[in-house]
């Protein structure tokens, strides 16, 4: 059994920094990419950031040079540092991994933290 565990959101003035956290635990064989969505209500869930086992990274168009995606692959951990926070990042954050385990790989979800920010 797999888990995602998101942790780290809560409120923030316009402005402000958060940072989340994602640790995968299981029966772990190793995990590849690792990413983060949102979706705030009303909206569809879009890319936020993603990372490769590697370190290359990609980020959606309105976060770049704001949040920054790291990972520690030796406790299997993504990261999200989110700076110059805006209204407009307000959302639930789902973070992401594509995981092997000894039965195949798939795709896994955290279960979601709230990030509001205020103006």
């Known amino acids: 059994q797999v888990q995602l565990v998101e942790s780290g959101g809560g409120l923030v003035q316009a402005g402000g920094s958060l940072r989340l956290s994602c640790a995968a635990s299981?029966?772990?064989?190793?995990?590849?990419?690792m990413g983060w969505y949102r979706q705030a209500p009303g909206k569809q869930r879009e890319l936020v950031a993603i990372i490769a086992r590697g370190g290359s990274t990609s980020y959606g168009d309105s976060v770049k040079g704001r949040f920054t995606i790291s990972r520690d692959n030796a406790k299997n951990t993504v990261y999200l540092q989110m700076n110059s926070l805006k209204p407009e990042d307000t959302a639930v954050y789902y973070c992401n991994a594509d995981i092997f385990t000894y039965g195949g790989t798939e795709a896994y979800w955290g279960q979601g933290t709230q990030v509001t920010v205020s103006s």
């Open positions: 299981g029966n772990i064989f190793r995990v590849s990419h």
